[in-house]
């Protein structure tokens, strides 16, 4: 039985999509809020829970075989309840219930000490507190999901612009999201993935402003940039910070993200995981479901 959190979101049903596709049982952790029907249409087992309640955790852990968090917050939440405590909690059950893998999905740069990106100092401590658990265990970390492009790719088509805040020549590797689903499946019982921690991208390191181009590609349209400097990013949030310093706060992580690079090597994920790993363009022509 996997135990799969965030089975919801992006990758989450992705998870859920391919391990019911195997055959494999799967009990997915979803609030009663979202919409689950299509994981249940699946066959997935439902259980319907709050990440902040620790009885709640322990008893989705139960009967499981391999976790896979895969949760985030969404906004308005408690970045030190769901990003931190519900995946201590998990840990913890996970080691009650004798769990034989357990997969956490962080970021790219959650070592990297940012001081101002709660989001990225939770999914650090909650690695540096697993790694001193005896649960075998793999650590992820994305440079960022392909699939946060969809949206921007379908505004794009209808207005042909594209925003870009900060500096145009950062460069990312995003990793295809069917791609870090099939990673963190296979994670969890791979002998060469057990406690081992890996940075996950795409095959490409692309400048943001190549982004837009793979978008002029898919829809076969002329495009323009829309680009915002990072200081008035900065600007605007000093005045919201006035207003409401929670939110101020949490912008950090956005901050951060605009900010700085995101790139890896993919050689070794590839040789670990035996998978060819899907272009950016390759993944949004697949997904918006047109050809070029």
Known sequence: ??????????????????????????????????????????????????????????????????????????????????????????????????????????????????????????????????????????????????SNLLTLARNFERTGFYFLIGRRENRTSLVSTDDLSEIAIQAASLPEARNRTFAIGGPESLRRDEIPKIFEKLFNRAGQILQLPIEAFDAARTLIGLVNPVISRDLGTLRVLLANEYTCDPHEVQQVFQIELESLHHFLRRNLLYST
């Open 1 to 146: 039985m996997f135990l799969v959190t965030g089975a919801t979101g992006d990758l989450g049903r992705r998870i859920v999509r391919s391990l019911r596709g195997r055959g494999q049982p799967v009990r997915a952790f979803v609030r009663l809020e979202a919409r689950y029907a299509d994981l249940e249409q699946m066959g997935a087992e439902i259980f319907i829970g709050d990440l902040r309640r620790r009885d709640l955790i322990e008893r989705a852990v139960r009967g499981a075989r391999y976790v896979i968090s895969a949760h985030g917050t969404r906004p308005g939440q408690s970045i030190a309840e769901v990003e931190y405590q519900a995946n201590i909690d998990l840990i913890e059950a996970a080691q009650t219930q004798g769990v034989e893998r357990f997969v956490y999905i962080s970021v790219l740069g959650a070592d990297r000490h940012y001081d101002d990106a709660p989001v990225f100092k939770a999914k650090r401590e909650v690695e540096k507190y697993l790694t001193r658990t005896p649960i075998p265990y793999t650590v992820l970390r994305p440079a960022g999901f392909a």
